[in-house]
């Protein structure tokens, strides 16, 4: 075991947002692999913070809480500025990395955005000779959480979840929630998913636009919306057979956890913030790259019809397997 005393010391400063700290989430297993037994501190926005608590090598998560005239990062300087780093990473490019002291900085800026996919540009960033796939690091805290809430439902009406989150933060990246509704309905008509336990998921404040999707679930919903932190959400969506999303944090979460995932896309550029990962799908309101449309043009059918290719391809006829 290295000595804690003599181990590397890092500093990673990452996102505020849930979506782009999982894009960013394969640095952690490559700073163990540049700079074995390293001590790892992660610098993050709040929401995303319990992403890394169980993250290997991590040994401090700081939050950075957005604060007047820039002083969030007056309070992380004071807080990182008393120890030489080993390497600092900062995903953020603020001018943070340059006022510590630092052997070596690893610091983005926009001169990395050359068109590939944006987990492929924090890999060649770290200098990762194969990208860094997204990975969420759930923990017996998670776990437990998610389970409170969704066993005694199971317990009940036992049966496979397709976990489902009609939310987005950004303008123009929500599929309009009566449509949520609607594609409930039209699987719940469907025999592929006869028995099948349909689950919200999102943060606090998420219920309206959940609550069409959950009205048609009826008995067959499972409400997770604002029911524990962003872990506690991976760790049911970890539960489930097959995720559908906007183009939002959860949806890459779905795909960290190796989830069959779905993503929905609007006026957003899907080539590039597409779920990674080799069991993921995209249903976007223009296909052809490089163009746009309106997220209310992608229809319920569409949607529907690529559900059902999910489920072709990673259920089959057989149903899921048992977890």
Not at 178 to 189: H, I, P, Q, S, T
Not at 234 to 245: E, H, Q, S, T
Request: glycine share 10%; proline share 9%.
């Amino acid at each position: 075991m290295p000595d804690p005393k003599t181990a590397p010391r890092v500093l990673f400063v990452t996102s505020n947002r849930i979506g782009d700290c999982v894009i960013s989430s394969g640095v952690i297993r490559e700073i163990g692999r540049q700079l074995p037994g390293a001590r790892i501190t992660v610098a993050s926005g709040r929401p995303p913070a319990p992403l890394f608590r169980a993250a290997p090598g991590v040994e401090r998560v700081v939050i950075l809480d957005k604060k007047k005239f820039a002083g969030h990062w007056l309070d992380l300087w004071k807080q990182t500025v008393g120890t030489r780093w080993d390497l600092v990473i900062d995903i953020r490019g603020s001018a943070l990395s340059y006022l510590i002291p630092a052997r070596r900085r690893v610091v983005y800026n926009r001169s990395w955005e050359t068109g590939v996919r944006k987990v492929e540009m924090v890999s060649r960033l770290m200098g990762a000779t194969a990208p860094l796939a997204p990975e969420i690091f759930l923990d017996d805290r998670a776990r437990a959480e998610a389970a409170a809430v969704i066993d005694p439902q199971l317990a009940t009406a036992p049966g496979p979840i397709i976990a489902l989150a009609p939310i987005a933060h950004q303008p123009g990246k929500s599929w309009p929630a009566d449509r949520w509704g609607a594609l409930v309905e039209m699987m719940k008509a469907d025999a592929r998913f006869d028995g099948w336990r349909f689950m919200l998921v999102g943060g606090p404040g998420d219920h309206p636009p959940a609550a069409p999707a959950l009205a048609a679930a009826g008995e067959r919903g499972i409400d997770f919306v604002g029911r524990g932190d962003i872990l506690a959400s991976a760790a049911a969506i970890d539960r489930a057979a097959l995720f559908v999303g906007n183009d939002s944090g959860l949806m890459h979460v779905a795909a960290a956890a190796g989830r069959p995932t779905l993503g929905l896309f609007g006026p957003t550029e899907w080539w590039l913030y597409g779920p990674w990962g080799p069991k993921t799908r995209t249903a976007a309101s223009n296909e052809t790259r490089g163009e746009f449309a309106p997220i209310e043009a992608l229809t319920t059918r569409r949607v529907f019809d690529a559900v059902i290719e999910l489920h072709a391809t990673f259920i089959g006829p057989d149903g899921p397997a048992e977890p």
